[in-house]
């Protein structure tokens, strides 16, 4: 899967106008959005970054399923380029919500990074074998690993990934689970870290996405010159499956798609959970690359008719109370 390549607009016309850059003021936000912003500007484009705070970043005292707003890291910029005060936002597209507001659309996704949760910890990895406890504000990693360490206490933590890192180190927590993704671009990755290959990561972790409105064609023409469409398929099955899965309730749901060129066949994982981790519904397909438009509704499905539908419900049940 190769990028199409697509023109660049004259000069004259790139410099004409100025691309305002959204993003949230986390260092990690702030990292991405100056990702895009150079390759605007190699690309010859004129940019400027606005940063604002999104209530994912005040509201820190609730676990975010709690807080029941869909998109909370991404309203705040919604709101600002539907007033016109930004051009585009540079987002995690794991923090965005399956379904964007009307008139806005995606615009590019970048090539994705590191797909993998981690988990950072204190220097002795005994508590493995025994008891220990876990932080994590995913109610994903939360039931994965109650699923592998149902003898284990999972605490919640909130915050960008500064707070996060900064919270762990004075507690008395045995470890945390982060984005691989997210250390490694801030370098902030330390020593004491395993790789967790056995956690299903949440869709689209590890790559980036920029929105734009539907409706402004020199910021569409600019952004779809740094889409990577390999990521941009598997992110979209991976996001087909969430979003058929769970109908607009968070749940713990995770899926991977990987791509092999030789075979050119889709490696398919993706599993929902139990709050508790007790129950684990997975799937695990290899299929043509022909069959992409429909995989992520198709496993989706598969596993809503073997008692997922049952599952979800508990899942939005347990969530009102």
């Not at 990895?125 to 284990?152: C, E, M, V």
């Not at 870290?193 to 920029?210: E, H, K, R, S, T």
């Not at 910021?219 to 991976?238: P, R, S």
């Amino acid at each position: 899967m190769k990028n199409d390549s697509t023109p660049l607009p004259p000069s004259g016309v790139r410099g004409s106008k100025i691309i305002r850059i959204g993003t949230r003021d986390s260092e990690l936000a702030l990292w991405q959005a100056h990702t895009v912003e150079k390759k605007l500007n190699d690309l010859g484009y004129k940019t400027k970054i606005i940063a604002v705070k999104s209530q994912g970043d005040i509201l820190l005292d609730k676990p975010l399923y709690e807080l029941g707003i869909t998109g909370i890291f991404t309203k705040t910029l919604d709101i600002a380029m539907i007033n016109g005060e930004i051009d585009i936002a540079v987002h995690s597209m794991k923090d965005v919500p399956t379904a964007l507001p009307k008139g806005i659309v995606q615009a590019a996704v970048l090539e994705r990074a590191n797909s993998l949760d981690i988990l950072v910890h204190k220097g002795n990895l005994d508590f493995l074998n025994g008891s220990g406890i876990i932080a994590t504000g995913s109610l994903r990693r939360q039931a994965q690993w109650l699923n592998k360490y149902p003898n284990h206490n999972v605490v919640d933590l909130r915050g960008n990934v500064n707070t996060r890192m900064q919270k762990l180190n004075d507690s008395d927590w045995s470890g945390a689970v982060f984005a691989a993704a997210g250390l490694e671009r801030i370098n902030l990755k330390p020593e004491n870290y395993i790789n967790l290959d056995w956690m299903i990561p949440a869709p689209a972790q590890g790559a980036m996405v920029v929105v734009a409105m539907e409706n402004d064609n020199f910021a569409l023409d600019a952004l779809t010159q740094l889409n990577d469409i390999e990521t941009e398929i598997v992110t979209y099955i991976e996001r087909q499956f969430l979003r058929t899965l769970e109908g607009g309730c968070t749940a713990p749901i995770g899926a991977l798609v990987q791509y092999d060129e030789e075979e050119d066949t889709l490696h398919f994982q993706g599993a929902l959970f139990s709050l508790d981790g007790k129950v684990k519904m997975e799937i695990d397909k290899i299929v043509p690359i022909e069959e992409w438009k429909k995989l992520g509704f198709n496993m989706a499905q598969e596993i809503l008719g073997n008692g997922g539908a049952e599952l979800m419900k508990t899942i939005k049940e347990s969530l009102k109370k």
